[in-house]
């Protein structure tokens, strides 16, 4: 007899093997067809693998969380198909499911165009209608290689001679077509749906190695209707008009070029902005009591490597030789605090130490993957690290996720997801750290009282971390605050405090960052304000407009009176209209403009026009500068 524990608790029992396709068909005619796969043990399968055992089984429907990657996953391979079928001399090689869509990498002599992407997605829709069945099977290894190999497809084969041999070698058919794939897949090409498109075009290097061949990568997004499809274009077309690189250049903020690939020139208006950043972040952790250091750019080899670093990170460190020594640009901070923290004996007393560094750091990340502010070479992280006991740990963590929301909310973002990301395969110390390091971000998280979702996998390669997601004006996540519980770096560095018991011991390290880098969270603050900050936040807070010339001496009083208060003002004395004027700096995207006319001088009045508003508001000139100076304080939300 075989159990099959639903999740709802009941148990369904079976004298002989049986498919995920039957037991749905077995519960109810409508589960039977919405059915698209089914979890066993948690393990997506196919609707026609063959239940042969107890287990856990859950039926995969399209509102499953893992739907989606599943659809993608099955647009990628009709695509593929779609793709021969028009250019039969096209070799495909590989085609996953990616956050918001899939892609498959091509081989072809001919490039492909924007303009065949019609032609494809109408060849994809042909396909879905003739319903074709996702048949699996496992072949011979030999058997698969020479198969591939004759149909000229040399990248299939090479991957399949990379499979270790004691995993099978898995085939899915659709119809007459074939490919490579550990599946699962849905039932049929019918139930992938039309909700789909084709949206760019890259190039990408095989297996991505640069001395490989250059591959056509064409992207698609997929979705489960045409409502979801819709909002996702309709969210890269606001995107679009949000774009940081553009409004940066519109307003003056910054540029980048070749010259520089991978690090802004930041203009004065963006200057300012990046400034009212980083004070308003020092100010808080001051309060939360940080201690800010500042360490060496130039770094000898050595500490990479005691670190761990090097081996790890080595082809992402700039590196120069000086006389006899190799000395890298730091890409991180956390070696460089250790060395304070090692400076002097600390006590259990002393502890926690919380250090924080406005660290300027450089990574060589791949030319291809540079995008403006958002993925740089040259940036500064709001980086920092708490030295303290076990015992502190949960306390610690509570405090800094607090402050994190806080500081989130600040800045407008309250839609906030936690990932907890545990021990990747590639990792410094034991499995025994491991289980301490996990236990006790777990325990301090849950103490917290944060709920969160596991990230499998993802951790740093010292010690487990916490993600914090946050979501934009226009739906989309970005991944910027981490918390990181390292045991590891401490040994690896000889870090110690003497304990109560007078014997020496390691201090705990929790790796924190709350902006994550400025340059890419100001990218983020662009594009979810589209450039309309907040008044605290905007570089250019006020323009001082006149109406006519006879009223620049009063217009010069008000400009000294904001200016003496700290207020970004700017005048704009030009002998132009005032409303072409107010559609000029409106256009700029200036929070207030101050109009003043005959009336307003003689009566010491503004008249203050908001930005978006129709209406003007007429102030005494005390009681505007006041209430603006008030605007500007920096906000606090409460912890």
């Known amino acids: 007899m075989i159990n099959l524990t639903l999740p709802d608790g009941h148990i369904r029992q079976y004298d002989k093997p049986v498919t995920g396709d039957f037991v749905a068909k077995d519960i109810g005619p409508g589960l039977a067809k919405a059915a698209l796969a089914i979890r066993v043990d948690g393990l997506m399968k196919d609707l026609s693998f063959v239940i042969e055992k107890d287990c856990n089984l ?4 399209a509102k499953d969380d893992n739907a989606l990657d599943l659809l993608r996953h099955d647009a990628a391979h009709v695509m593929a198909q779609a793709v021969q079928e028009l250019f039969p001399e096209t070799q495909v090689t590989i085609g996953p499911s990616i956050q918001n869509g899939f892609y498959y990498d091509f081989a072809r002599e001919k490039p492909f165009s924007t303009d065949d992407f019609d032609t494809i997605e109408k060849k994809m829709m042909d396909i879905v209608d003739r319903d074709l069945k996702f048949i699996r099977e496992v072949w011979d290894r030999d058997k698969a290689i020479k198969f591939f190999k004759n149909k000229g497809e040399i990248y299939k084969a090479e991957l ?3 499979i270790p041999n004691n995993e099978d070698v898995t085939i899915y058919k659709q119809g007459e077509w074939t490919d490579l794939c550990r599946g699962p897949h849905l039932p049929s090409t019918g139930k992938l749906g039309k909700n789909f498109k084709l949206m760019k075009l890259a190039g990408a290097y095989w297996r991505g190695d640069s001395n490989n061949e250059m591959l056509q990568r064409i992207y698609g997004t997929a979705w489960a209707d045409k409502k979801q499809l819709k909002n996702y274009l309709n969210m890269l077309e606001e995107a679009e008009k949000r774009d940081h690189r553009r409004l940066g250049r519109e307003m003056d903020l ?23 950043v980083q004070d308003y972040i020092r100010n808080r952790l001051e309060a939360a009591g940080y201690h800010e250091v500042n360490t ?15 081996d790890k990170f080595r082809e992402a460190m700039f590196v120069t030789e000086t006389e006899d020594k190799s000395l890298a640009i730091k890409p991180m901070n956390c070696p460089c605090h250790v060395q ?4 002097g004996t600390k006590s259990y007393r002393d502890l926690p ?45 509570k405090d800094f996720c607090d402050l994190l929301m806080s500081v989130y909310k600040d800045f ?27 236990q006790a971000l777990t325990d301090a998280v849950d103490a917290a009282g944060f709920k969160y979702d596991l990230n499998p996998g993802e951790g740093a390669f010292y010690g487990p971390k916490l993600e914090f997601v946050l979501r934009d004006a226009i739906g989309r996540d970005w991944q910027c605050g981490t918390l990181q519980v390292d045991f590891v770096l401490p040994e690896r560095l000889d870090a110690v405090f003497i304990g109560e018991d007078g014997k020496k011991h390691r201090p705990v390290m929790l790796h924190r960052a709350i902006l994550g880098s400025f340059e890419r969270f100001i990218g983020i603050l662009i594009e979810n304000y589209s450039g309309r900050f907040p008044f605290w936040l905007a570089p250019l807070q006020i323009v001082v407009a006149t109406i006519t010339d006879e009223v620049i001496p009063y217009a010069e009083t008000v400009l000294s009176q904001l200016k003496n208060q700290g207020l970004a003002v700017s005048a704009d004395f030009r002998n132009e209209k005032i409303n072409y004027k107010i559609r000029e700096h409106s256009a700029a995207k200036v929070p207030v403009i101050i109009v003043l006319g005959q009336r307003e001088a003689e009566e010491e009045t503004v008249a203050m026009r908001r930005l978006g508003g129709k209406d003007q508001e007429i102030l005494a000139l005390t009681s505007a500068v006041a209430t603006l100076k008030m605007e500007s304080e920096f906000p606090r939300s409460e912890i």
């Open 296 to 310: 060496p750019q130039l770094v000898n080899k050595s500490l990479w490597e005691d670190s761990g670093h090097w």
């Open 340 to 343: 304070i923290f090692r400076q």
């Open 254 to 276: 910054f540029h980048i070029q070749e010259e520089a690939p991978g690090a802004a020139f930041w203009h004065s208006k963006g200057w300012k902005l990046y400034r009212t």
């Open 353 to 397: 130490i919380r250090m924080a560094e406005f660290g300027s750091c450089h990574r060589n990340e791949p030319s291809g993957s540079l995008h403006g502010l958002m993925r740089v070479r040259a940036f500064t992280q709001d980086d920092a690290h708490i030295f303290c006991t076990e015992d502190q740990i949960t306390e610690e963590t």
């Open 412 to 438: 407008g973002f309250e839609d906030i997801i936690i990932k907890f990301s545990d021990r990747p395969e590639k990792r410094a110390g034991s499995n025994d750290t491991w289980d301490k390091a996990e």
């Open 58 to 61: 859950s039926i995969v429907t």
């Open 160 to 162: 399949i001679e990379a």
